[in-house]
C-alpha cells in the first residue's frame, strides 16, 4: 500500500523543526530513519497529515564526549554509533548491543533518537538506555528538559514526549572501574524483533561483592523495563552461582508479566528471562572483576 496524502517539510534546523512542531502538534510526525515509521505509513497504521523530515538537521548528527557523559544526537545513525570508537571505549554495552538491532542495512538508516522514541516493546536501545542510566534531552516550545530512562518509558509505545516536543539527545554515563556490562537475547531469527532480551550494568567492591546492579528487559511487558526486584536480590551478595539464580527467580516470577503472542506465550517468555540472566549476568559480572 501507500501512504495516505500528507504535507511535507523538510527543515535545516531544530529551531525550524520545533516551530513546525508548534504550528502542527498532533497532526504531524516526525522523520528520521524512516524505518518504523514508513512501514506504519504505508500500512496505513500512520497517517499523519504532516510529515516534518529530520534528515537536513545535520546539528543532531553528533558523538560527543564531555566529562562524564557521552552524548548522541538523536539523528545519529545506529551504524555510526555502532562503529564509533567513543561508544566502544567509553560505553561498550551501546556497541555490543547494536549489532542484535535489526540488520545492517536498518541500521545504515535508523537513529538513535528515533528508535527511543518509536518506544517500541522490544527495542533494544531503550533497555540498554535503562541498564545505563541514561537521560533522554527533550527540546520543546517551553525550553529544554531531562529526563531519565527509567521515567521515559510510560507504556506501550509511550514515552514522556509531549507532541510539541522532540528528542534531541541520549547522555549516557560513561564507563567506570569495577563496573560490568552485557547483552543478550532470544529470537528467532538474528535481527527480527527479540522474543525477550537482557541488558545488564553491575558495580562491585574490591572484593568483587555487587553494589549495584541495573538488569533491564525487553519484548516482556509493555515497554522496556527495569526487573527491579532482581537488581535488590543481587546487591550485597557476592556474585555466585547462587545469587545469581536467585536474582533469575526473582526477576522471572515477581518483575514481569509477560504478555502472549503467536510467537511465545507468557510461560516461554518467563522462562526466556530466567535464562537470560543466568546466561548475561556471568558475563557482566566477570567484566566488573576484570576492571577492578
Ligand atoms: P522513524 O521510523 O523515522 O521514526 C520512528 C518514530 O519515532 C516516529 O513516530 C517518529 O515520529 C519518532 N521520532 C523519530 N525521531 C524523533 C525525534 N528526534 N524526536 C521525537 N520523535 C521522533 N528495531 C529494534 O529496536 N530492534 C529490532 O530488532 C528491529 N528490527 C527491525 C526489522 C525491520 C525489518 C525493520 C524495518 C525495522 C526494525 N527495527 C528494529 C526498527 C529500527 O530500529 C528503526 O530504525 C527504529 O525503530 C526507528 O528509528 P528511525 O530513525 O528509523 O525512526
Known sequence: MKPAPFAYHRPEGVDEALALLAEHGYDAKLLAGGQSLVPAMNFRLAQPAVLIDLNRVHALDYVTRADAGLRIGAMTRQSTVERSPLVAA?????????????????????????????????GELGAVMLALDARVH?????????VPASAFYTGL???????????TEVEVPVRAARTGWAFDEVARRHGDYALAGLAAWVAVDEDGRCTEARIALLGVGDAPMLAREAAAALVGQMPTEDAIRAAAEAASQRDVDPPGDIHASPAYRRQLTNVLVRRVLPRAFARAAAEA
Open 90 to 122: 567509553d560505553a561498550p554495552l551501546i556497541a555490543e548491543t547494536l549489532p542484535f538491532v535489526a540488520h545492517a542495512q536498518i541500521r545504515n538508516r535508523g537513529t538513535v533518537g528515533g528508535s527511543i522514541a518509536h518506544a517500541d516493546p522490544a
Open 157 to 167: 509505545f509511550g514515552t514522556a514526549l509531549e507532541a510539541d516536543e522532540m528528542l
Open 138 to 146: 527533550l527540546r520543546g516550545p517551553g525550553g529544554a528538559r531531562a
